[in-house]
């Protein structure tokens, strides 16, 4: 997401310098780079982090332990929902 947003700031830069651009084109691009950059500055400046509601999820914020349980958890749900009678495999193979 941050190189999309660094490549659109360079295109709208590039075309706000542009010799060739027109006033009103020049100015919409203007408006759209000063409020990507506004947005930027509020998500980043701050010195007061506050995490989302789903942060504690497992993911990239998650230790390898919690996720090695999660991971076996998983796995023990998965044999007991896939899990097939015995029955019909002796059924098959008679």
């Keep these: 997401m941050a190189g999309y947003v660094s490549l659109r700031i360079t295109r709208l830069r590039t075309l706000i310098e542009h010799p060739r651009t027109g006033d009103a084109e020049r100015a919409a691009a203007q408006e759209m780079l000063d409020r990507i950059l506004s947005k930027s500055r509020l998500r ?51």
Excluded at 46 to 57: A, E, I, L, N, W
């Design 44 to 94: 980043y400046g701050t010195d007061d982090r506050t995490y989302g509601t789903r942060h504690d999820r497992v993911g990239r914020h998650a230790g390898l332990s919690r996720i090695a349980d999660m991971i076996r958890d998983d796995i023990a749900l998965a044999r007991v929902v896939f899990s097939t009678p015995h029955s019909v495999w002796t059924a098959r193979g008679a």
